[in-house]
């Protein structure tokens, strides 16, 4: 309560966020706080809470007033690494570079969301909020994507081997519907039925499917003399 009897000043002491506040090292309650002492009397008032930094304020009770203060959050850091590297960063789906790198200036009250995008890999999501000032590191495994590839042939499943940049496989049976899975980006592929060998190069894009008409049967020219 505002009040002049007995010669007494009342500050009303404010504070954004609300804090605790400490008079001498006790506590003395919670910002918006009303406290009163004799005209011209001098204090020490800390102002804490967990998020922010401590704010220390000598005051003079000369009037009565409103004082209003800010408190500064406390904040902290995240290095942000991948494997692959080179990925792009997205924090609350605004570009922030490639991975490595470190994101500065998160409140400790606040959760950041990140993405990280790199070509022919799923894109990876998490959240990160600071547990203190010091530098956090995330490490992240970025997963190759997949496409796939039907094997549209006149051949044998059973006889058809298939070779994927140079390494073989299995045969084409081994593959639900003769149609194999591919990891996103170039792939050497290589079909051999006895000896008729057929090779191409793709590029498979994460999630897309194609066909490959291959035919195994070699065309015979026949030539007829009379």
């Not at 011209?40 to 704010?55: E, G, S």
């Not at 006149?154 to 940049?165: A, L, N, Q, R, T």
């Not at 008409?213 to 015979?220: C, I, L």
């Amino acid at each position: 309560e505002t009040s002049d009897s007995g010669g007494l000043i009342t500050l009303n002491l404010v504070s954004n966020p609300p804090s605790k506040i400490f008079v001498g090292g006790e506590a003395i309650g919670v910002s918006p706080l009303d406290i009163s002492a004799k005209k011209n009397t001098k204090i020490n008032v800390d102002f804490i809470d967990i998020n922010h930094k401590k704010l220390n304020k000598s005051i003079k009770f000369d009037k009565n007033k409103v004082l209003e203060y800010a408190l500064v959050p406390i904040v902290g850091s995240v290095l942000i690494k991948s494997v692959p590297s080179k990925a792009d960063i997205f924090i609350n789906g605004k570009k922030q570079g490639r991975t490595p790198k470190e994101i500065k200036n998160i409140k400790l009250t606040e959760t950041i969301n990140i993405e990280l995008a790199l070509k022919d890999h799923i894109n990876e999501e998490l959240s990160f909020r600071p547990k203190s000032e010091s530098k956090e590191t995330i490490n992240v495994d970025l997963e190759k994507g997949q496409g796939f590839i039907k094997i549209d042939h006149d051949g044998s499943s059973e006889k058809i081997f298939v070779y994927v940049d140079g390494t073989l496989k299995g045969a084409l049976s081994n593959y639900r519907n003769d149609t194999l899975v591919l990891e996103a980006g170039k792939n050497k592929i290589r079909l051999v039925q006895g000896d008729v060998k057929r090779h191409e190069d793709f590029i498979i894009k994460t999630d897309a499917f194609e066909t490959w008409k291959v035919s195994f049967v070699e065309s015979v020219e026949v030539s007829i003399s009379f």
